[in-house]
């Protein structure tokens, strides 16, 4: 039984990680730049986090371990005076199952978000002048901060920020509102798809395809975040990647496939479909992000794939939630978890979302007690590093929709 006021996964997580006692390697010194400790607050309701509690295995320490360790001290420009923390903005939806975070490190944020910046418009000039404001606006270094707040240095949260805005453009550019559309999407998905898992064929061609890679802002931006990643990543974690993406790249196909033919899918259909269209290429990176790896045939398990896949589908019910008045605002009908619960259960508006709430809810706690059950079953250091980095980029990636009020806002229903 959980210890009260803890999460099945925090309070099973250190009892994993006490049972392999001398074998857990001594915690590494925290680089300067870093945000506060991975061990976030865990509790339902917002309470001050808690203090990292030590069981998540580091990189080696002592005399001559540094050069082992990718957890280097980083030249992250020091702020004269500690920076306040920015106050939170948003309020979290009521009756929502989440976990508070520590406000991520804002000179970390500050620093990603130049380099990100640097990097769409002088590497793979993303976006035109007039999208400055909603690139700012995604805020994307305070959150890939808030959700790999054990990542050792900047660069390593570069992997991820470079990733996420590469899927975010190809979502807006070949899918939704910045030019995209369900007609002919599948061509464009699979040509796109070749940024990350290369065509081999013959020089002939080979040479026009890799022409191709440049031909628009999506496959630039795939391409050469994808070059970054595999430059840190192992083949096998970059081969976890390219299948994670093969999975979004599906379900971003049976939604225009539906959306094509004003289908509006069964409430469980829906859920498969998002299963798929879905975060899970983000929290399944956390490992490479953090510098180590959990090995291939740990990361197959079907235990860890089940975590990893009621991960996925409670981020990807939080961003319905979170994204549910926007959604409703764009022409024509957006599908997401309240509009179809709405309609195929024939009940309110209101309903439905209070309905999806619970959904959430239940994905969360299904995911929480799934990843304590293998930590306890499976209490290898990679394992429980593994899981309570995706356990905090489940929490991050709340904080991030929470707080991003310049892109979402709660619905009148409370
Ligand atoms: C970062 C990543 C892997 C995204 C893939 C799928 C995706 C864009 C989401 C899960 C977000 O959902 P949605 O398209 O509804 O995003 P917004 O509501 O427009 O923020
Ligand atoms: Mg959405």
Same mark, same amino acid.
């Given at each position: 039984m959980p210890e009260p006021g803890l999460s099945p996964l925090q309070s099973s997580? #250190?009892?994993?990680?006490?049972?392999?006692?001398?074998?857990?390697?001594?915690?590494?010194?925290?680089?300067?730049?870093?945000? +506060?400790?991975?061990?976030?607050?865990?509790?339902?309701?917002?309470?001050? #986090?808690? #203090?990292?509690?030590?069981?998540?295995p580091r990189g080696p320490t002592g005399l001559g371990t540094a050069a082992l360790s990718l957890a280097r001290r980083?030249? %992250?420009?020091?702020? +004269?005076? +500690?920076?306040? #923390?920015?106050? %939170?903005?948003g309020r979290p939806i009521p009756g929502l199952y989440f976990h508070p975070v520590p406000e991520p490190d804002p000179v970390r944020a500050d620093e990603v978000s130049r380099r990100i910046k640097s990097w769409a418009l002088d590497e793979v000039q993303l976006y035109p002048d007039d999208w400055e404001g909603e690139f700012d606006g995604f805020? %994307?270094?305070?959150?890939?901060?808030?959700?790999?707040?054990d990542a050792p240095t900047v660069e390593h949260l570069m992997l991820a920020t470079r990733l996420m805005v590469a899927e975010n453009a190809v979502d807006d550019c070949y899918c939704e509102n910045h030019g995209g559309s369900p007609v002919g999407l599948g061509g464009r998905l699979l040509l796109a798809h070749t940024a990350l898992d290369p065509l081999h064929t013959t020089k002939e061609y080979q040479q026009q395809w890799a022409e191709s890679l440049h031909a628009d802002a999506p496959r630039r931006a795939y391409r050469s975040a994808m070059e970054y990643f595999v430059g840190q990543a192992t083949p096998s974690q970059a081969d976890r990647f390219r299948h994670d993406m093969a999975r979004l790249h599906m379900g971003y196909l049976a939604e225009a496939a539906w959306t094509e033919t004003d289908y509006v899918p069964e409430v469980w259909e829906y859920l498969a479909m998002r299963?798929?269209?879905?975060?899970?290429?983000?929290?399944t990176i956390t490992d490479t992000v953090g510098g180590y790896e959990l090995p291939a045939d740990l990361h197959a398990q079907p235990a860890m794939q089940r975590v990893l896949a009621l991960a996925g589908n409670a981020t990807t019910i939080v961003n319905d939630l979170y994204s549910y008045t926007k959604e409703l605002a764009t022409p024509g009908k957006h599908l997401n978890l309240p509009v179809v619960l709405a309609e195929r259960e024939g009940v309110s508006d209101r309903e439905g979302y209070l309905k999806a709430v619970e959904v959430h809810n239940d994905l969360m706690r299904d995911f929480e007690a799934e990843a304590a059950a293998l930590a306890a079953a499976c209490p290898v250091p990679t394992v429980l590093r593994f899981l309570k980095g995706v356990a905090v980029w489940v929490d991050g990636n709340h904080y991030w929709h929470q707080t991003n009020t310049y892109r979402y806002s709660l619905p009148d229903f409370w």
């Open positions: 997580l #250190p009892t994993a990680a006490a049972h392999f006692g001398t074998h857990v390697l001594a915690r590494a010194a925290a680089p300067a730049d870093t945000a +506060p400790a991975a061990g976030a607050g865990r509790a339902v309701v917002a309470t001050p #986090p808690r #203090p990292d509690p030590g069981w998540i980083e030249d %992250v420009p020091a702020t +004269p005076e +500690p920076t306040a #923390p920015a106050p %939170v903005e805020s %994307v270094g305070r959150y890939m901060v808030a959700c790999h707040p299963q798929f269209n879905n975060f899970r290429p983000c929290p």
